[in-house]
């Protein structure tokens, strides 16, 4: 049996995010018959743990999974794996997860395996159900105040604030372990996502929350309360994720007002957000886990793994957006692309469009985006066949001859878990090269067409 020590802390004055994710990933390791354990400093946020064993110090497990901005470097006797968020928490690993919707810059330090993105983002099991249950609007709109598991009072209070003065009817519950004036108060606890999946929009700050929220599909206005938080509300405000009230609400009562009165803007949002975070992030890093584990016995960082291409050319992948239908088109009605390909023709905008909207709302099919540093290089796409995947891989035309396909597969690779299929132009020697140095055995040949095939 494999074994899992998670270590993180949560208080009142940091919120409970690191708590959060942990917890999301002991359910998956659980669920897998892993033995799993708690190690850290709970102050706050103790109706996450449950039946979830603390013990009191690092100890000997298979697995350790730090997520702490304070920790520094740490040299263990275990496979260590290492969440961060941008330059926060960052150390060396032997795999680093960032699932946040934004990217920059990392440097290589030796970590051989790198998961960025929301596609990687662990959420618990309860935000996967509020996901499901969403329901449709009411009248007066129902708003939940939230500023992250530590309640954060005074930015909950402004918030209430903002509402009101936009003079605009709304049934508010503050989530706050104080008092607030004028509205039904609950403190931090384990219904949250159900309050989400019953409102019509949140408030929020901008940490861990945002991609709850995002799962869910639930329109949100955000808050920035902490530096840590500036890069995620900037990618979210931006990305149309989520409208943008700064870091104090009550200068943004306008915006307010707007998503209360416009049912279609804050539809526009939620969409958005959906398409973005799937929730099955959890389960993708525990996967990686298993694969790390496999492949590298001696638990060694930076040891030899076909896994570390992925990192000397600096590769992420998160999935798909709207807002990647335009590159999306591009890339695809590319002459070199379309020669390949088993429909030559060239999509007309409307068509790809339907097609997109399609795509990101089928459970059974996986589109990906590939990023090197910030700048958005290809796709990967896995359709589900039976037990197998089918995976499709485009690189840009612009990021062509820089060696990124075989990392851009990798990556990709470690979202989906079972069988692998691709299917190749006969005479289409980098496509088949491709495949072969990433694995990839030859399966079968149908006239013009070869079969690859490779278990993940």
Not at 200 to 214: M, N, P
């Amino acid at each position: 049996m494999t074994s899992l020590l998670l270590r993180a802390d949560a208080a009142p004055t940091t919120g409970v995010g690191h708590l959060s994710r942990c917890v999301a990933l002991a359910t998956a390791a659980r669920e897998r018959g892993w033995d799993v354990a708690l190690c850290g400093s709970f102050t706050a946020g103790e109706w996450l743990i449950g039946d979830l064993e603390v013990v009191p110090a690092l100890e000997p497990a298979d697995v350790v999974l730090i997520d702490h901005y304070g920790l520094g470097q740490l040299t263990l006797p275990s496979l260590v794996v290492s969440m961060e968020d941008g330059t926060y928490g960052r150390r060396r690993a032997d795999i680093v997860v960032d699932a946040n919707i934004y990217t920059s810059p990392r440097p290589d330090d030796g970590s051989p395996v790198v998961l960025r993105g929301p596609a990687y983002a662990p959420l618990r099991r309860e935000i996967r159900a509020a996901r499901a249950a969403r329901r449709g609007s009411s009248t007066p709109p129902r708003v939940v105040v939230v500023m992250g598991g530590g309640a954060a009072p005074s930015s909950v209070a402004a918030a209430v604030t903002a509402i009101r003065e936009t003079g605009v009817p709304a049934d508010v519950v503050a989530i706050s372990s104080v008092p607030v004036s004028g509205v039904d108060v609950v403190p931090p606890t384990p219904d949250l996502p159900t309050l989400f999946a019953e409102a019509d929009l949140v408030v929020s700050a901008a940490g861990v929350t945002l991609l709850e929220l995002c799962c869910v599909g639930v329109p949100a206005a955000l808050v920035q309360i902490a530096d840590n938080q500036a890069a995620g509300y900037e990618a979210a405000t931006t990305q149309g994720l989520a409208a943008g009230l700064g870091t104090d609400p009550r200068e943004h009562v306008a915006t307010l007002k707007t998503l209360l009165l416009r049912e279609d803007r804050r539809k526009a949002l939620a969409d958005r957000a959906t398409a973005t975070v799937d929730g099955q992030g959890a389960d993708r890093v525990i996967t990686a886990i298993e694969t790390r584990l496999h492949e590298s016995p001696t638990r060694a960082p930076g040891g030899p793994s076909i896994s570390s291409l992925s990192v000397g050319a600096d590769i992420s992948v998160r999935s798909a957006t709207v807002g990647d239908s335009a590159d999306l088109l591009v890339w695809r009605n590319d002459p070199e692309t379309r020669a390949w390909s088993r429909t030559t023709d060239l999509v007309a905008t409307e068509d790809h469009e339907a097609w997109l909207a399609r795509v990101l709302d089928d459970p059974d099919r996986h589109l990906l985006i590939a990023v090197h540093g910030t700048d958005p290089v290809g796709t990967v796409r896995f359709d589900r066949d039976g037990e197998h995947w089918e995976v499709s891989i485009t690189v840009a035309p612009r990021a062509r001859g820089r060696k990124l396909a075989v990392p851009m597969l990798l990556a990709a690779e470690r979202t989906v878990h079972g069988g692998l299929r691709a299917c190749v132009h006969r005479d289409n020697r980098a496509s088949t090269a491709l495949f072969e140095r990433a694995g990839y055995r030859h399966d079968r040949t149908d006239g013009q067409w070869v079969w690859f095939a490779k278990s993940v």
